[in-house]
């Protein structure tokens, strides 16, 4: 369990979570990101206009949408560090067929705020329907937290599991 509380794991884990919250912020506003980084703009206009999205993402978001995208990126962080780590020992040991990671990708299409989740989802086949959820797709979020929790937990236990040996007492 202290292998999980490593700084090989923690650096890599928040370095990810920054990444999955900064994407996010700029993803809810791609197409003004997309006319700054490719307008003809001054450099220190550009540079202002980004930092400005994300200081202004507290406005943006409701306290909840933001909780909850900071958990699920937390949770994708933590489960993508694990599996990277998984896939490592199982390629080592030869042993290596197929590696899936389902609940990963709901996190990273469904989190952050509705509005922005559900459009890409909808390319996946969930249509407009879901604005129809009691909680406007807030529900989607909520979803990837359990999924991500799940992962972790069973990524936590099988290494867990891998670290114990079983030691043979003899008969007395």
Known sequence: MKEIWSKKVIIPTVIITV???VATVYL???GLVKDTIFGSHSLSYKWNLMIALLAGMWTAMST????????????????LILVVERI???????KMSLVVGGSSLLGIVGSGCASCGLPILAF???????????FQGLELSVLA?????????????QRAKQTICAVDMGTP
Do not use: D, H, K, Q
């Open 64 to 79: 909840t949408s933001l909780v909850l995208l900071v958990i699920v990126a937390i949770l994708t962080g933590l489960n």
């Open 124 to 134: 996946l086949g969930l249509s407009g329907a879901v604005f129809y959820l009691p």
């Open 28 to 30: 809810m506003n791609a």
């Open 19 to 21: 990444l999955y919250v």
């Open 145 to 157: 937290i359990i999924f991500l929790s799940i992962s972790l937990y069973t990524l936590i236990r």
């Open 88 to 94: 490592r020992e199982i390629r080592a040991s030869g």
